[in-house]
């Protein structure tokens, strides 16, 4: 299974994973920090189109780029979701949601963590509430959205996540 | 596998000392895996095979009676050749706890996992350098 194009797309699909599959389902989180021998390959060469390049003399250059992945596995089904990232900005509301996740697994009610998830992140709190409100609207529509993703590759899988609902709702 | 669970406060301030080792040596790995504690009582869902179509309740791991806890696991992804230094702890977080230990473990993941990209201030303003799809979708929500 490739890499889902958005934490949104991943967020939502483990949901419904977790939801069909709380017994046999997890949920793997990696950190990983490169070793120094990787480095000097996007330093050395051409700069890589990020923003980095307004900044050389940023630190950023500094720090090994880290990855943080996410990956949700149900080995019963072999359905296997998994969203990578190198943003910090990402981390507090990837992890809220896991905590989301965790409550589907413990079998707990979603509705009240809701609001206390906003409390949790500071930024992404209203991000956050409208994605929960769209997983409940579309949890039936996801499921073609995902199968036309397996089709489509990566630009079906975007179709699915983001087009669909603006058609759905004309509708 | 040692099968001792340390509490969720043990099992933190591990972690937290995880991500700084990860921190200090440059390179290296932390994973960490979440999943429910499968009760004995509910029958065959220990296991990842499906129950008989003939069993009373063939999706009864939908729906159980009461919350489950969550089991946590961390390493730090060492295993065959390095598995002596190896570092793994587990903890099992009851259903009731979920809540403030999610939020201690993001506390935690925010200021352990401090080689990735900050966010760029400087390049917002200009609003030339967001090229990326990934931010703008996000938005919309």
Known sequence: MPYLPTAQAYLEQSRLLISARPTTTKIITKYTLPKKGRKPKETSSSPPPTSETSHPQQQQSQPPKATLTLKTYDPASGVCLKYSTDKAAEVGRLIAALGTCGRIMAALPAKEERADEGAMVEGDAPVVKEEAKAVQKESGKEMKGGQGGHKGGDKGGVGGGGGGKKKKGKK | ?141
């Open chain 2, 1 to 141: 596998m040692p099968s001792e669970h340390l509490t969720t406060n043990e099992f933190l301030s591990r972690l937290t000392t995880l991500f700084q080792s990860r921190t200090h040596s440059s390179h290296g790995s932390v994973y960490i895996t979440q999943k429910r504690l499968s009760p004995s009582s509910l029958p065959a869902l220990a296991t990842d095979t499906p129950l008989p179509p003939s069993s009373p309740y063939p999706f009864a791991d939908l729906a159980p009676p009461h919350p489950l806890p969550i089991l946590v696991r961390a390493t730090d992804g060492k295993s065959q050749e390095d598995r002596k230094d190896r570092v793994k702890f587990s903890t099992v977080v009851q259903a009731e706890e979920l809540e403030g230990f999610f939020a201690r473990y993001a506390d935690i993941c925010k200021g352990g996992m401090a080689g990735l990209k900050k966010r760029d201030r400087s390049g917002r303003k200009k609003g030339k350098k967001k090229g990326k799809g990934g931010e703008g979708e996000k938005k919309k929500g």
